[in-house]
């Protein structure tokens, strides 16, 4: 009997192809109708992630009229919204505190932890390197607890205050271990090269090792860029003054807590204001939509960035 039937009926076609290349089965391409539902599979999986941000987009555009009425998605549109949100100064606020937070801890989150990942890196070259990185190594399996990091900020006199938000979290363990690994895989003679003309370690590690790894800096400042952005939980422990409430914060009370955002209650001779659901919806864009719009800038950067500093150390 022929191999290229079987029971005196002729194989497929990919089969044929398969066993003439000498491929094994798990390698033979997918028929048609596999294809046809991994591409059905993809698109439901995309509707169902972003049907939810497009809806709460439109309707935090969505005209009051449509609001009340709760259509599933708007036609008219109004910018009144964002309007009595902007007036009310809160979220505005809100805002100008988690910008901050996010730009000043993310550069200050990664000069130190690439600083120290780079002497972590030269474990030859730094006494006692290898001790720091175990005590490194360890936060990440243990931490203190929430009662002690509160006695720790307070002793500190960082209570009511955005520091507090950055300076027990400035260097996270796994993204030193990354960038440490990323800085290990880098020429070695390149350094000696530069070392041998003179240069000195600061020098070496500013003109040489920073310019290189401009990939794994850049996905690890999105890393901690996303972590301040979203700061929640710390900020309702360390921080009761609502002036210095990030985003996160102020999301919190208008959305789940149900507090009146400030302009938004009826008021005699004036027009009606937006309803609630628009108001949230729109607090909910104002505090999503900033940090995505940083994702595709550093998109490219993520394959080369992430595995190169984590396959190999």
């Known amino acids: 009997m022929s191999s ?3 029971s005196g009926k002729p194989l497929p076609r990919e089969v044929r192809r398969r066993k003439a290349a000498g491929l094994p089965p798990w390698m033979n391409p997918p028929p048609p109708w596999v294809r046809a539902l991994k591409a059905l599979a993809i698109v439901l999986i995309v509707l169902t992630m972003a049907y939810p941000l497009i809806y709460v987009i439109a309707m935090s555009f969505a005209a009051p009229e449509q609001a009340r009425a709760g259509v599933v998605f708007p036609t008219e549109f109004s910018l009144d919204a964002y309007r009595v949100i902007f007036e009310g100064g809160t979220v505005t606020t809100g805002l100008r505190n988690s910008l901050w937070l996010t730009v000043v801890g993310t550069a200050l989150s990664l000069a130190f932890t690439s600083t120290l990942a780079w002497g972590l890196a030269r474990t030859r070259q730094v006494p006692g390197a290898k001790a720091v990185l175990i005590m490194v190594l360890a936060t990440m399996f ?18 009511d205050s955005l520091w507090s938000l950055i300076v027990p979290g400035l260097i ?19 350094i000696e090269a530069a070392r041998i003309d003179g240069a000195g370690e600061w020098r070496i590690f500013l003109r040489i090792v920073l310019p290189l790894s401009k990939p794994v800096l850049a996905v690890m400042a999105l890393f901690y860029a996303v972590g301040y952005w979203n700061t929640y939980f710390n900020a309702l422990l360390y921080i009761n003054d609502s002036e210095q409430w990030p985003i996160q914060v102020v999301l919190q009370q208008y959305v789940l807590a149900g507090v009146t955002i400030p302009g938004s209650l009826p008021v005699a001779d004036q027009p009606p204001p937006p309803p609630g659901v628009t108001l949230q919806m729109a607090v909910i864009v104002l505090a999503t939509v900033p940090i995505l719009l940083v994702y595709p800038f550093l998109q490219r950067y993520f394959t080369k960035g992430v595995l190169t500093g984590a396959i190999k150390g």
């Open 142 to 159: 243990f931490s203190a607890g929430i009662i002690p990091n509160f006695l720790l900020v307070k002793a500190l006199g960082l209570l």
């Open 4 to 6: 290229s039937t079987v």
């Open 172 to 190: 996270s363990a796994f993204n030193m271990i990354v960038i440490r690994n990323f800085f290990m895989n880098l020429p070695g003679e390149l």
